[in-house]
């Protein structure tokens, strides 16, 4: 896989935290919700969904789609279960993408995915960060150095890495739009703007129907996530990284609650 590609692809995969933090572009602060035509856009905070997940496992293989090609680009897996830290209960969300490029263990409160704690790696990249709060503390470092991270947010946010039980959560209809508010130690607050397009049949399936829902993270490439009408699980989606390429990613096992 050419360099220039594998560059595109790693931003593709960041748009839902398959790496946690090789390519998030700095971004300013999220804008309050606002209405712009169509359906109001709705800024969705930790606090605003209540939850009720339990253990979880997606295992999903990505692959890179040429015209006259499919080239795989591996797998990756996500695994959700119920923990204890710091003696309060918590979800200890497992994201890893396979070769070791990246590991991300994020501890976030069951009821609201307020984050908790982030530990991680990706390529030359780690960070280990701590939140009470809006408040976060910890360390980052990447190819300059070693840098701390203590800061106080203007508003509660989502760690960007559970974007995808964010997405799943919410209340999908056709012209539905929201904004997720996120953060991430390295680079600052961020949004994630998403948009339900449709449903359509799951691209490789001949009767599953989903939401078409167009995700825009701040900074990153933009894509078309299909979350299941039924159980509303995400089942995959499709970023196009290049002229005639396109990375897609599709869930081969879905088990648990939530």
């Known amino acids: 896989m050419a360099g220039a590609t594998r560059k595109r692809l790693r931003q593709a995969g960041r748009a839902l935290a398959l790496a946690a933090f090789l390519a998030l572009i700095r971004t300013e602060a ?8 169509g359906l109001p856009v709705d800024t969705v905070r930790p606090g605003d969904l209540a939850f009720d997940l339990g253990s979880r496992t997606d295992s999903s293989v990505l692959s890179i789609l040429r015209p006259d090609t499919v080239v795989s680009a591996g797998r990756y897996t996500s695994v959700t279960t119920p ?6 209960d918590a979800l200890l969300v497992v994201e890893e993408l396979s070769g070791g490029r990246s590991l991300d263990s994020i501890w976030v409160a069951p009821r609201s995915l307020a984050p908790l704690k982030h530990v991680g790696r990706a390529g030359g990249t780690t960070m280990d960060v701590t939140w009470e709060g809006t408040r976060v503390t910890g360390s980052w470092t990447d190819t300059a150095g070693t840098h701390s991270a203590d800061t106080t947010l203007a508003e509660p946010a ?5 974007a995808q039980l964010v997405l799943e959560a919410l209340p999908l209809v056709p012209g539905y739009r929201a904004r997720i508010v996120t953060y991430d130690a390295a680079h600052g607050p961020g949004w994630i703007d998403v948009e339900v397009r449709g449903e359509a049949t799951m691209p490789g399936s001949r009767d599953r129907r989903v939401w078409v829902v167009e995700v825009r993270p701040a900074g990153l490439l933009a894509g078309l996530h299909y979350i299941d009408k039924t159980s509303r699980r995400e089942l995959g989606w499709d970023i196009q990284v290049g002229e005639g390429e396109a990375a897609r990613l599709i869930r081969s096992r879905v088990s648990g609650g939530g």
């Open 158 to 162: 989502f760690d960007q890495s559970v």
């Open 30 to 37: 999220p804008a309050a919700a606002q209405e712009t035509g």
């Open 83 to 88: 923990v204890r830290l710091g003696g309060r």
